[in-house]
């Protein structure tokens, strides 16, 4: 059983390779992306069936192939199924998921750290009471990501001339990858957006916050503030991003409130 491996690992999306088969997307805690075929997946009988779908986390074994692995055997972990109840929840979960998909790397070093991520954050979603819970759990989620992918938000001291930045306005420059003071603000003609201190101080305390924490930031959050943190952020995540986004697309189309 050389050829063959064990993995948990989460579907993030799939293609068509024949009438029966399609090759899954997954991110795994042990490799970081693989792909596996699944063969037979998509007749009524398979024994991988709904296993197979998006959002599904599963134990997995696999064998190598020279191109592709194939899926051997998949026993469900967590199917999120509370997100399939809720189109909010689908659609910010399709977009975790393309988030890890396009910075994700075969191999990745990070890929425990990376998988948990994603693990804890659809969790997080699937079981949220409220628009304001998922994007919270969301925000969280982009802020870790860029950690863990070299790409970490400055968010204390001004990127153009270093000085600190304390209670005062200032302003995002997503192209600088941080924030910079009024007075440099006057300077710089990059895309940029203002940022008060206490919004700053909420994008600096859901990087640190856990997601099971739900202290005072997360209390006094309302959806219009994690609305604009999450579109910085997306913002921020696309100009960072090695490949094109298709989710965000279907966000736009979500409605407010």
Excluded: W
Excluded at 70 to 82: D, G, H, L, P, R
Excluded at 88 to 110: A, H, L, Q, R
Excluded at 111 to 139: G, P
Excluded at 218 to 236: G, I, S
């Amino acid at each position: 059983m050389q050829n063959s491996f064990v993995t948990d690992a989460i579907n993030l999306k799939s293609y068509n390779l024949s009438e029966s088969d399609k090759i899954v997307v997954m991110y795994s805690k042990e490799k970081g992306l693989i792909r596996g075929v699944a063969k037979g997946v998509k007749k009524t009988k398979s024994k991988l069936g709904a296993r197979m779908d998006l959002l599904v986390a599963n134990t997995l074994m696999l064998h190598k192939g020279r191109n592709l692995n194939t899926i051997c055997q998949a026993e469900v972990v967590n199917s999120f199924y509370k997100t399939r109840q809720d189109m909010d929840k689908i659609c910010y979960s399709m977009y975790v998921t393309e988030v890890v998909n396009n910075f994700g790397i075969e191999e990745d070093p990070c890929s425990e750290k990376v998988y948990n991520l994603l693990y804890n954050t659809l969790d997080t979603i699937s079981s949220a009471n409220s628009k304001v819970e998922i994007l919270i759990a969301v925000i969280k989620f982009q802020l870790k990501m860029m950690i863990e992918s070299g790409f970490s938000i400055e968010f204390d001291k001004c990127l153009c001339c270093h000085n600190n930045i304390d209670d005062e306005t200032m302003y995002f420059v997503p192209s600088l990858g941080g924030v910079i003071c009024a007075h440099c603000a006057g300077h710089i003609h990059h895309n940029k957006k203002q940022m008060p201190y206490k919004l700053r101080n909420f994008f600096k305390q859901m990087a640190i916050n856990d997601f099971k924490d739900f202290g005072e930031y997360e209390q006094k959050a309302n959806e219009k503030v994690c609305m604009v943190t999450f579109e910085v952020l997306k913002e921020y995540i696309m100009l960072k991003s090695p490949k094109k986004f298709n989710s965000t697309n279907i966000l736009q189309e979500i409605p407010a409130g």
